[in-house]
Each structure stands twice: as C-alpha cells, then as structure tokens.
C-alpha cells in the first residue's frame, strides 16, 4: 500500500499493522471505487500515451505509480480494516528521486469537477505538465478543505486568476504558483488563510497590490511575489509577520517608501526589494534591528543617500546587492571590520567617492566584490593574494581615479586576465596621503639637529599643495 511519507501517517500505518496482526484480521482496505476510477482519468488526461490502468490494474493503494498516495481516513480496528482514501497526487517527472508520472506534451483537465472527487486530499502538485493545451486555475477551485499544499511549477499554459473560493482552502499550508500564465489581483480571501507558511506566487503575471489583511498570515515564513506586475506600496501591516524569514517583492512595480513597521520582521533571513520604484531616501537604519538578516538586495531603486554605518548589528550578513541606487559617499570601513562571513557585496554603478577601504581585505569569504562605475580614487588596496582568489569576480573599472600597483596588475592578469581600464600607481602615490599630516606635527621634531623653523613648515606645506 502506497501511504504518506509524513511521519503521523508512517506511525499509524504500522500501529494499524500491529492492531491487524493481532487480532488475526487479515484483509486490507481497498480504495473505494469512485476516487480508483477519478485517478485514471487525471492520469489518462495527463498522458494518454500510457497504459495507465493495464499497468496498475490492481487496487491502487496497494499498487500505483509514485506519486500517488494513500492514507486511512478511518482507522483500523479488531474486527474492521479501516478506509483509505488518496491523500496525495503528485504529477510531472522531476528527478530520478521524485519519480512522478510523466506529464505528456497535450497535458489538460477537460472535467473542473474532478478533484472533487478527493474528499481527504491534501496535497496537488504539477511540475511541467501544462505546457502548451490552456487550463484554467478555476479546475482546481473544487479541491475540499482539507488541502494543504497546491503547487503549480513550470506549467505556461495554465491560466486564469485566484478567486475568492482560495478562502475555503482553510487548511491550506503551502501555495506554490509559479512560471505559470496566471493573472490578476490577489484577492482578499487570500488573507483568511490562517494556516497559510508559504506564498511562492512568482514569475507569473500578477497585478494589482497587495492587501491589506496580509497580516492575518500570522503562520507565513516564506513569502515570494517576485517577476510579476504588481504595484503600490507595501502596506505597513506587512510588519506584522513577524516568522517571515523570507520576503522576495523583486522585479515588479512597487512604489513609495518603505514603511518603518518593517523592522518587525524580527526573522526574517533574505529580504529581497530590487528592481522596484522605490524612492526611499537612503538605505533603511530598520535594517539593523533585523538581527537574523543573511541577505538584503536593493539594487535598482532610487534611493539615494549614504551607506549607513549599521552593520555591527548584522554580522551574520552573506550577501548584499545595492547596485545602481545612487549612493554618495564613501564605503564604510565597518563593513569590513564586522562582515567576517560576506561572500557577494554589490556596490557598483553608484556616486561613491574616496578611498576603498583596506579593511575590505578582511572579507575572506567574499568570492565576488563589485565596485564598478563609481567616483572612487587612490590605491587599490587589496593584496595579490586577495585579488587572485576573489579574480574576474573582482570588478573594479568605470573609477577614473583609482589606481593599481604593477604587481597587482600581474596577479589579476594572471587570475583573470583583465583588469578593467584602472591606471598604474605612481610610485610616489602611497605616500602622499601621509605627507602632509606629518609635517603639522614637525614642529616639535628637529632637522639636523636644529628646530625647524615655522616658516620652513609652511613652505614645505605650500609646495605639496
């Protein structure tokens, strides 16, 4: 018999077994005739090139192909064997681990009903099945209440929209749509599903904003709106979810500020924002109460500013993308005095100005580090060790005033073979940022033996400048 891999499942089954044995009932559950029949013809409208019920003509809970999984709904006792009903369907071939039944080219559902057939169904999962015959979301809109996952990947020729009727999936745990034709607003049903922990809506063709009730989600971990159309702020509840670890709005339309009540997002690991219309002023300071925060992308948005000095806080830090915002200023040295664990730090296409910091060598872990196109100047300060590991990775060209020690320069040719446009350190050039700070506090300091005078300083002030 085909049952659940979910460890409540495994144990009654066996309990079941141990209760059958004992009192000498040697006959099993068979799956009733309307859901065997219902299974075939998902199968057959899947793919209709396999003999689906010649090569399963037995009881498919005890005989089917994986992917299709049964379970007791009423269990076993002395002198009963108990009911099973399926409990999971999973289609489309993913590996050689998940072997599920193949989905064919000409992949549809013709029957909307069908899956009402399912009354104890908890899981619905299709990779790469509706690839080119349209079907409509509104199939599955019949699925009874008891579902907890519903997962679509890969399928661009499933369409429609989510209705209203997702607010009756009220076990609901996991909804996954995404590569999918799938359109429209989401609707305010979607904030009634309480046992929601994950939203994958991405790389589909959303619009729209985002509702307000999203903060009833008091369960969701994972919520990824990314690759869609959708638009408008983020509403300030969004602050509320507090077990989100991960919030991906990426490529879309969203706009305004992004609101303080963010920094209750206590959890959350990836925090992903780039390519929107935000217009923030500035990096947000909120980021450095996320304490747990391993990854923060922002590039692409208008916000302007300075990079905050807020990274203390946030050692745990692996990767962050602040490409083309239009930061000012200079690089903070604490990014590398406190981000041991860094290993991608995107600064490029930005207004900074002076020096690299040398405490950027400090990131051994980093394995790409982009400074590209900005204003900065002086010496590059990374040793030949540093530049050959990080190698191609290391982009640096588009800062006219920056410049690299021969040595560097055969190390990174040697590790990548390019260097970008920057121009050769004068040998003099490392000195010169010490010059004149030493000579203010000559005054007290002798010159062959003898005072310097004040005026003598203030000569050899005027000839460096």
């Not at 619009?207 to 702020?233: A, C, H, M, Y």
């Not at 997002?265 to 002023?281: A, Q, V, Y």
């Amino acid at each position: 018999m085909a049952i659940s891999s979910s460890p409540t499942y495994a144990l009654t089954f066996f309990t079941s077994l141990l209760i059958i044995g004992i009192s000498g009932v040697n006959s099993q559950p068979f799956l009733n005739s309307v859901e065997q029949e219902s299974v075939y013809r998902v199968l057959e409208a899947l793919n209709s090139d396999i003999p689906w019920r010649s090569l399963f003509p037995d009881d498919l809970c005890s005989s089917a192909p994986h992917g299709v999984v049964c379970g007791y709904s009423t269990m076993p006792t002395a002198t009963n064997p108990g009911t099973v009903n399926i409990l999971e369907l999973s289609f489309g071939y993913v590996s050689d681990h998940n072997p599920n039944p193949p989905c064919g080219p000409n992949s549809t559902l013709q029957d909307p009903f069908i899956f009402s057939a399912f009354p104890y169904l908890r899981k619905l999962f299709f990779y790469n099945c509706f690839t080119q015959q349209p079907v409509s979301l509104q199939a599955f809109s019949h699925v009874g209440s008891s579902l907890e996952e519903l997962v679509f990947i890969e399928n661009p020729s499933l369409f429609g929209s989510l209705t209203e009727s997702i607010g009756n999936m009220t076990s609901l745990r996991r909804l996954v749509i995404t590569g999918t034709n799938v359109s429209g607003d989401i609707p305010v049903g979607f904030g009634t599903l309480q046992n929601l922990e994950e939203a994958t809506l991405s790389r589909n063709r959303f619009t729209g904003t985002l509702p307000e009730n999203v903060s009833n989600l008091k369960k969701l971990r994972i919520l990824d709106l990314s690759q869609n159309g959708f638009g408008g702020n983020i509403p300030a509840a969004i602050g509320e979810l507090q077990n989100l670890i991960k919030l991906d709005l990426s490529l879309n339309l969203f706009s305004g500020n992004f609101p303080v009540s963010m920094k209750g997002l206590k959890n959350i690991e990836l925090l992903d924002l780039s390519c929107n219309r935000f217009t923030n002023f500035g990096i947000p300071i909120f980021l450095s109460e996320m304490s747990k925060l391993k990854e923060v992308y922002l590039s692409g948005n208008e916000l302007g500013g300075l990079i905050p000095d807020i990274w203390k806080n946030l050692r745990g830090i692996i990767a962050i993308g602040f490409s083309g915002v239009g930061l000012v200023g200079n690089i903070p040295s604490s990014i590398g005095v406190f981000l041991g664990n860094l290993t991608y730090l995107a600064l490029d296409n930005n207004k900074l100005t002076g020096r690299i910091p040398l405490e950027l060598e400090r990131l051994t872990m980093v394995n790409e580090l982009n400074l590209k196109n900005n204003s900065l100047s002086g010496r590059l300060p990374f040793s030949d060790k540093f530049v050959s590991r990080v190698g191609s990775k290391l982009r640096v060209q588009g800062n006219p005033e920056l410049c690299v020690d021969g040595g560097v320069i055969r190390s990174f040719h040697k590790s990548s073979g390019v260097l970008g446009q920057l121009k050769v350190c004068n040998s003099n050039s490392n000195r010169v940022a010490n010059t004149r700070s030493d000579i203010l506090h000559v005054s007290s300091s002798s010159f062959m033996g003898h005072q310097v005078p004040y005026l003598v300083i203030v000569f050899l002030l005027f000839l460096i400048m």
